[in-house]
DNA sequence: CCCATTTCGTTGACTAGATGAAGAAAATCG
DNA sequence: CGATTTTCTTCATCTAGTCAACGAAATGGG
């Protein structure tokens, strides 16, 4: 694997030029003075910035185009091809990944199963996915910018290290080290949900928005922060939890040994457990679920739709409190369980009403994404493109 | 009363300017060199921003003060007479408020009852008390920099409104509008956990963290946000709603009309409730209950001090869900209800580390502070100082 | 007692980012 | 073709910051 040329950080590391760069990068082809309207800044400070980003290729202009009268504006773009960027996500069963250029256009993508959780086995998996994304886009190999990878689970991102993660059964396992290691690439590595964050930011739902949840429903409830513009990480980098939320003593037991969790109560083997109390038996994954909810009228239909309407209200009290406490203006479902939004949206929106107050639940609108798709790695990209871009950029 | 001065504004309204008062201010009399420190600066640069301070009398320095070898360092410290800032607080039943130097230092208090919370008895009450206590700092009338007001509900800083307060009874009241026609003052106005917020911040548990939650604790439950070491207002001005959190939905009803909020599981109506389900009857106040739990040893004492620990557990599952999902440094726990932390601190705690994530509570300190007494007004004083100087000092 | 040492603070030359005003560039409209 | 409009650049200037050198004011050792 080649050593990684990292050039950027010398040359953008200024906040400025940054703001310019994630700028264009987000919100497309901009003119300067469109450029400078948006940042705050008078035309000339922006021409004032460009020639480095210009000389080093991160940013081209087209020619000019003209619009009606005046001077036809000569728009800025990224230049995709500077670098290509490997995303990737660690989570149980399966590592997923993609390879993306410099705009976060998704080159390649490949997945591949794991046997078991242990490190060793999640992090050679890793490697092996690195490279062979990088063979698939061949002249590439010189090229790369990084690896970021997005865990599930607590992340310290300074460190590079999963401190604790409940579903890969994983505590203090080091994954920037061995993978920067066997790639020899710079690796960047932070909880799966914040990468879903930052790709909402930059390219989805939360582009218009400074203040906003991501919440994933699935086998667990994951959630990411975004407040007052940037990725909100806590004292120690595991801000987010809330799928321990406390939300009902009598509740079930939860895989954390805890009663009433949310996630025990909106996730999906909450869905099941339903399902089964409602005395059918041969319903074990939550596919099953799904298909029988959704499939021909019949008893145990309405028993599946009983029980995607429970979670839903369960969720739907989980994000009263988030709304309640953050006052945010958007909350983002994702993740896998979001396909079934048919199912449990209504509930949990009408949970949500009757618990957040009025103010506040008119001040968030609820975003639904069910197709997070590559999200997640291209997320896990855009992170190793905003790391080296420069922090400030949110 | 007389017309405001308010000539900070234009002199300070430089960040960095603001921010040495603000480190005077809060961290006491420093030398230029440790202030430069503080701020991340070299020397010169505070020499160079001095000057207008000086010469407009915001800071003065001591003489010059030996210590061991070197030349003696010369003391800055904020003049603290050069403006009186009153501070107030208005809640249900009594407004109460203080007049503070520069340095919030209180001159002088005063309180007074309300006989109902409608807007008009209330604000007039206020400005009847400005009135009282700048009488009472006879030679501060031509200094004042301005009120400051902690109103318990949803309030719209910029605005001056109060949107929506339970406990008041209030809907959409101005609260700038009226007392500043009133008093000829500028008029700040914000929710009054989040003045307990400034305060701590500045001169109490929250110096020396960054992160942190003010959760008060009595007949509501109120919660302020600093994050990332500034406010946290949310989208609009009225995040930190924790009191309706819902925890448990077979709870009891909450004056919000819905049930098992927190605050109907750990308000002080909650204690009152558990004492009487335990066939207690002559217990209305919470001052009994205290008394009560702290008496001689009976059978009522053993039911008032269950309920003390009943009250004490939900709140410690509300404080999980708060220290799981932000992962702050430190929650501290105020207001009227804290004087009986010995009564329900131990359940509290011992809810806390059952529920949240050992990391996230191992990272967060919870901090008692059953002293506010002034603290209220006293911090929206601050919040004066704090606007003056510029919000940009957090 | 005087001079080296130490620490604090100031001065002045210099840099980087931002601004505003004026002007050049490149289109359309009449 | 010239007037107008819009975009972008150039240039003088401002502000906040740094660095390096120096001045100030104490202690302590010979």
Chains 1, 2 share one sequence.
């Not at 930011?201 to 949840?213: K, T």
């Not at 949206?345 to 639940?361: E, K, R, Y």
Request: with cysteine.
């Amino acid at each position: 694997m080649s050593p990684a040329p990292i050039p950027f950080s010398d040359l953008v590391s200024e906040q400025t030029r940054a703001e310019i760069f994630a700028t264009v990068l987000t919100v497309g082809p901009l003119s300067r003075t469109q450029l400078a309207q948006r940042l705050g800044l008078v035309p000339s400070s922006v021409t004032r910035m460009l020639p480095p980003l210009l000389e080093h290729d991160y940013l081209r202009e087209t020619d000019a185009v003209p619009q009606g009268r005046g001077r036809p504006q000569k728009l800025l773009h990224v230049n995709p091809d500077k670098h290509v960027v490997v995303g990737m996500k660690i989570g149980p069963g399966q590592v997923s990944g993609v390879v993306t250029d410099m705009a976060a256009n998704v080159l390649a993508r490949a997945e591949q199963p794991i046997a078991d959780c242990r490190p060793e086995t999640a992090l050679s998996a890793a490697a092996a996915l690195t490279s062979g994304l990088l063979e698939e886009a061949p002249q590439a190999a010189d090229r790369v910018l990084g690896v970021g990878v997005g865990v599930s689970g607590h992340v310290d991102p300074a460190a590079g290290v999963c401190r604790y993660s409940a579903l890969l059964g994983w505590t203090k396992v080091d994954v920037a080290g061995p993978l920067a290691a066997a790639t020899g690439l710079m690796v960047t590595v932070n909880n799966d949900v914040n990468t879903l964050v930052v790709a909402e930011r930059w390219f989805g739902a939360g582009r218009d928005v400074d203040s906003f949840a991501v919440v994933t429903v699935g086998p667990g409830i994951g959630c990411g922060l975004q407040l007052g513009g940037s990725l909100y990480a806590g004292t120690s980098g595991m801000a987010g939890e809330l799928g321990h939320l406390p939300l009902d003593p009598a509740g079930p037991m939860c895989s954390c040994g805890r009663r009433g969790c949310l996630e025990a109560l909106a996730g999906d083997r909450a869905v099941l457990r339903h399902i089964q109390d409602g005395g059918i038996t041969d319903c074990t994954t939550i596919a099953d679920a799904i298909a029988l909810a959704r499939g021909e009228h019949s008893a145990a239909r309405t028993v599946a739709r009983a029980a995607f309407a429970e979670v839903g209200a369960a969720l739907g009290r989980g994000l009263a409190g988030l709304c309640n406490l953050l006052n945010l203006q958007k909350i983002i479902i994702a993740g896998e369980g979001a396909v079934a939004h048919d199912l449990f949206g209504p509930a949990m929106q009408q949970a949500l009403d009757a618990h957040a107050f009025s103010d506040a639940a008119r001040d968030c609108q609820i975003h639904i994404d069910p197709v997070t798709h590559d999200l997640w790695a291209r997320g896990a990209a855009c992170l190793v493109i905003r790391e080296a871009v420069g922090a400030a950029i949110s």
